[in-house]
């Protein structure tokens, strides 16, 4: 084991990893010491079998059965394995050696028996361990050249039948028809190791279309199965790469499963990858493909995306904006996107007409997409055309009337000098907006929080008062104005204290005890102590079963 230590625990798996590993040190057990490994299982959320590697390549690594461990992290379970393992350190030379050794009795006993021991051994095993025994009959197959029993054992691999309860395969299930759905991937690749790469190509195929109809009806919630997808994939690719098969052909089968022909969610095959396969040839069959397809379906998601992807790898910028400009969205994000797209191109001209274009086009301001304006804005501000900003936020502001559009016109008014103006606007529309509210219009009291945000406290006190406020802004501005008006500040915090006063749970005793406190402040500011002292208690009075409340007040002096 070297010199490994916690410290290498914790840069292979985090700081975070490995505190969380820390609490799992009691739930390793069924350790076993191998030669170069340590096994053991853990018992988290479900029962994780783990995996130390001692020895590899990089240094020691890891592998386990927890959703994150198979993504390919190194995970607390393999933190609490490693530090069981560090723990008993000075035994581990000694437990290798004796796995060593047991490993060279086994290899000589079997190289003692003789070709009849050996076969009533493998058929014992044959007969206990079902995994074994596919493996093994679809290596015969393949030896063969049985094509049809390869393609048979493959689908019964596949078929979900056997783990199913009313068509459907439960999550504690799944894990184990994914193991089996993995021996097809092992089964294929055997098939391209073996020199039949093209009979590989064909079976992967089948397999990505049975592995696809399969995910509907099996809990993949721990992404099993996408798993044995991406290894499909993965197999598909090596077998293409050894056969050469027809790269027309290919190209073909390539745009017809990127367009859904199989679910390329759970495969996520990319044409681009296949590049040194298809040849040019094949890259022509490709695009020609891919362009008929998408002028077929402009809108086509699937077809948009094909026709993105490859002209982008082809460095072909205005193909792609082709794609993005055939379905333009209403509340021009597809401006947007055009517009960084050309900004990478470094046709910064073209990426603000764009963005122009997409607030004139959108139908509506308040349903556009934001960072389409503050991009503009954005744009305006860095070629000093303040106006426009000032403009853009405008029109934006008096169509969504928010906290945010406010904040946004003030900060691009105040750079263009503007903002007196521009605000005694905006507050005019707010206003009215109030008025309509109080008219049973529905519309958010922003007037309120405008002004509260300007720091102009009486104003907004004055806009509460004539227009309405929610408790919540009724809060702030008593905490706002407490300092130079604490009667009517002692008034919001009196009445928003009372019904607090019939609820119980401690969020709620929190609340009204910051209330109190603040009332305390209140009657300090006016020279009423007493009157608080006697308001306290009788609260207490009232109060006295609820006992987290009274040891909040105890612990403030209240």
């Known amino acids: 084991m070297g010199n490994f ?5 914790k840069a292979l798996a985090g700081a975070r990893s490995f505190e969380r590993g820390l609490g799992y040190l009691d739930a390793v057990s069924g350790v076993e010491v191998g030669d170069g490994w340590i096994t053991a299982t853990v018992h988290g959320t479900e029962r994780y079998e783990v995996e130390l590697t001692l020895d590899g390549p990089g240094g020691p690594a890891g592998e386990c059965g927890c959703p994150y461990g198979l993504e390919g992290n190194f995970c607390k379970h393999l933190v609490a394995l490693g530090l069981r393992v560090l723990a008993r ?4 030379p000694r437990q290798r050696k004796a796995a060593r050794e047991h490993a060279q009795d086994l290899d000589g006993w079997l190289s003692a028996l003789s070709k009849e021991e050996l076969l009533a051994l493998l058929r014992e095993q044959i007969d206990e361990d079902r995994k074994l025994r596919r493996r093994l009959e679809l290596r015969a197959a393949s030896a063969r050249g049985d094509l049809a029993a390869v393609r048979a054992r493959i689908r019964d691999l596949l078929d979900i ?42 079976l992967a195929r089948e397999a990505l279309r049975l592995l696809a109809e399969a995910v509907e009806s099996v809990d993949d919630s721990d992404g099993w199965l996408g798993q044995i997808g991406a290894d499909l994939a993965d197999a598909h690719l090596d077998a293409c790469r050894a056969a050469r098969p027809d790269p027309e052909e290919l190209a073909r089968w390539l745009v017809g499963h990127a367009l859904g022909d199989i679910d390329d969610g759970l495969t996520d095959i990319d044409p681009l990858d296949y590049e040194d396969v298809l040849g040019e040839e094949g890259m022509a069959v490709l695009q020609k493909s891919a362009v008929e397809a998408w002028r077929g379906n402009r809108t086509g998601w699937a077809e948009k995306y094909l026709m993105e992807r490859l002209a982008k790898a082809g460095g072909d910028v205005d193909a792609v904006i082709a794609v993005h400009a055939a379905d333009l969205s209403p509340n021009g994000h597809t401006h947007l996107v055009i517009a960084h797209e050309l900004d990478t191109a470094r046709r910064s001209d073209e990426a603000l007409r764009w963005a122009e274009r997409g607030i004139r086009e959108t139908r509506d301001l308040v349903a556009v997409d934001t960072a389409l304006v503050d991009y503009l804005c954005d744009r305006y501000t860095q070629a000093n055309r303040l106006s426009d900003a000032v403009a853009v936020r405008r029109d934006h502001f008096r169509a969504r009337r928010t906290l945010a559009a406010y904040q946004q016109l003030r900060a691009a008014a105040q750079a263009a000098d503007c903002w007196p103006a521009e605000r005694e606007g905006a507050l005019a529309l707010l206003r009215a907006d109030a008025g309509r509210r109080q008219q049973g219009w529905y519309g958010g009291p922003v007037l309120v929080d405008a002004l509260l945000d300007d720091k102009d406290v009486d104003a907004a006190w004055q806009a509460a008062v004539q227009t309405g406020a929610h408790d919540r802004q009724w809060l702030t501005l008593a905490d706002q104005a407490r300092a130079g008006r604490p009667a009517d500040a002692l008034g919001v915090y009196l009445r928003l204290a009372e019904p607090l006063t019939k609820q119980t749970g401690n969020a709620v005793y929190e609340q009204l005890v910051s209330l109190l406190l603040s009332v305390r402040d209140c009657h300090r500011r006016l020279g009423t102590p007493d009157e608080f002292t006697a308001y306290a208690t009788a609260l207490r009075t009232a109060q006295k079963r609820k006992r987290n409340l009274m040891r909040l007040m105890d612990e403030h002096a209240l």
């Not at 097809?184 to 391209?192: D, E, F, G, H």
């Open 5 to 9: 230590t916690e410290a290498d625990l």
């Open 161 to 202: 039948g056997p783990f199913a309860q009313y068509g459907y395969v439960e999550y504690a299930d799944a894990g184990t028809y994914a193991d089996q759905a993995g021996q097809a991937v092992s089964a294929i690749r055997a098939l391209t190791g073996s020199g039949r790469a093209a009979d590989a190509i064909t």
């Open 89 to 92: 350190r000075e035994s581990l």
